[in-house]
């Protein structure tokens, strides 16, 4: 592999998909021993979630229920 001018390098599609890396996708590198390990790093869990749930609250009644006193 060569790197680039930009410190860049690509990773073979083979290395991605054992590793599950995708665009976007977090990853990190690990030393140990003089040697450096490229990562996946966990995803949020909660990330799929967003925008899932469903509130039968007007923004107003929401904003309205956080800032009483009870």
């Known amino acids: ?4 001018a930009e410190g860049q390098v690509t990773i073979p ?3 991605r998909e054992q590793l599950g890396i995708r665009p976007d996708s977090e990853v990190e590198f ?5 040697r450096f390990y ?22 107003d009644e929401i904003m309205d229920m956080t800032r009483s006193d009870k």
Not at 1 to 4: A, E, F, P, S
Not at 30 to 34: A, I, R, V
């Open 13 to 15: 599609r083979h290395i």
């Open 38 to 59: 490229l990562i996946r790093k966990e995803s949020n869990k909660f990330r799929r979630f967003r925008g899932v749930a469903t509130v039968k609250m007007s923004t």
């Open 1 to 4: 592999m060569q790197i680039t």
């Open 30 to 34: 690990m030393e140990e021993n003089g």
